[in-house]
């Protein structure tokens, strides 16, 4: 039977999937566009067997779960995808709309708002595709909505930059998780994100006339790192050990 795989399609999430649905990997695995949100959740009820989540979804939501593969989605400084847009400058904001679709920026922004920069605003879980912005206020934008945003507010605040600043550590915000831990499975999963992620250059050419704003080159290459080595590692273990320190609760 094939393991269905649950994972955002968005364009940071394209080389990770690229080869799960070809010969010979598609007999084994069912891949299952989703947002980050409903990634936890088919996770959660048992529709998918390995799921790309957001990490904050691991504090409270999901409790049994192995962390899987050899790849994630992170960055090490600027992300360019996640962040806060503002018309004021970062310490004048005193209300922030979160991005309805993924917990992890949610609860990276109250982080290093918080921890961080000592400043408690409201909170407003939103759909922020057509967001207005009064005075104070900031936007909580992720994934490709976030590159169209850039001309339309003055400031622009990359939150992988911000916590690199703050820690000196990478930032990860996505992981491959399992219900049950397979060997021979996750060398095949793994080969199969391998082989896409050598495709970099392919779907650079095959998404550059969709995305003419956007540097793919640069966000591929430069922004996004897929490497789940020691370093992410230790900066995924801060994040969390923070949320569950400071017991940052989930937003409502």
Not at 93 to 121: A, C, G, R
Not at 217 to 230: G, N, R, V
Request: hydrophobic share 40%; charged share 25%; aromatic share 10%.
């Amino acid at each position: 039977m094939k393991k269905k795989v649950v994972c955002v399609n968005y364009l940071n999430t394209k080389p990770l999937i690229r080869s799960l649905d070809k010969d010979p990997y598609q007999s084994l695995f069912e891949v299952i566009p989703e947002n980050p949100r409903v990634c936890s959740e088919k996770f959660i009820d048992g529709t998918a067997d390995i799921a790309l989540v957001p990490v904050a979804t691991l504090v409270e939501e999901i409790k049994d779960y192995h962390i899987i593969s050899d790849y994630c989605i992170a960055s090490e400084g600027a992300v360019n995808t996640v962040g806060i847009f503002s018309n004021c400058e970062l310490k004048q904001i005193n209300k922030i709309f979160l991005d309805d679709h993924s917990k992890t920026s949610q609860q990276l922004t109250k982080v290093i708002f918080e921890n961080y920069l000592n400043i408690n605003p409201k909170y407003d879980i939103v759909n922020v595709e057509d967001i207005k912005l009064g005075d104070n206020e900031g936007v909580l934008m992720i994934g490709d909505k976030a590159f169209g945003a850039k001309d339309q507010f003055t400031y622009f605040y990359d939150l992988g930059e911000l916590w690199t600043n703050f820690t000196g550590l990478p930032f990860v915000y996505a992981v491959w998780i399992a219900k049950v831990r397979d060997q021979e499975t996750e060398e095949i999963f793994n080969k199969g994100i391998e082989e896409g992620l050598k495709q970099i250059p392919a779907i650079i050419a095959e998404n550059k006339s969709l995305h003419p704003e956007i540097d793919l080159q640069a966000y591929y290459t430069d922004y996004i790192e897929y490497k789940l080595d020691d370093d992410k590692r230790a900066g995924l273990k801060l994040f969390l050990e923070t949320l569950q320190i400071k017991n940052i609760p989930s937003l409502p």
